[in-house]
């Protein structure tokens, strides 16, 4: 059974740096997708960041590009999110995300596993 457990959300002022994890865990992931998806009060979950297991083939959103990156210690079974230069728009509850990967993987209906989810709240 998968199981995403992300941690390091919490309170920031905007231009402060945060780093998400999510341990990921109940199989192999050697040929899967992980990622980061937010969601904002009322609005709809939107696709952050995203990198295949082995590492390569990350990409991100047009909104978080240049600031945020995704990074895997697979020895230790963790995606990252490193977010810099914060911004009151990036408050959000933040989602790791895991699957095979399929070319609608951006999309959150594509999306079988997920995370509890962490909240991030950026203040102005």
């Known amino acids: 059974q998968v199981q995403l457990v992300e941690t390091g959300g919490g309170l920031v002022q905007a231009g402060a740096s945060l780093t998400l994890s999510c341990a990921a865990s109940?199989?192999?992931?050697?040929?899967?997708?992980m990622g980061w998806f937010r969601q904002a009060p009322g609005k709809e979950r939107e696709f952050v960041a995203r990198?295949?297991?082995?590492?390569?083939?990350?990409r991100y959103a047009d909104s978080v590009k240049g600031r945020f990156t995704v990074s895997i210690d697979s020895a230790k079974n963790t995606v990252y999110l490193q977010m810099n230069s914060l911004k009151p728009e990036d408050t959000a509850v933040y989602y790791c995300a895991a699957d095979h990967w399929t070319a609608n993987w951006g999309e959150p209906r594509s999306i079988d596993y997920w995370g509890q989810g962490t909240q991030v709240t950026v203040s102005s």
């Open positions: 109940g199989r192999a992931f050697t040929t899967w997708t």
């Open positions: 990198i295949l297991w082995t590492g390569g083939s990350s």
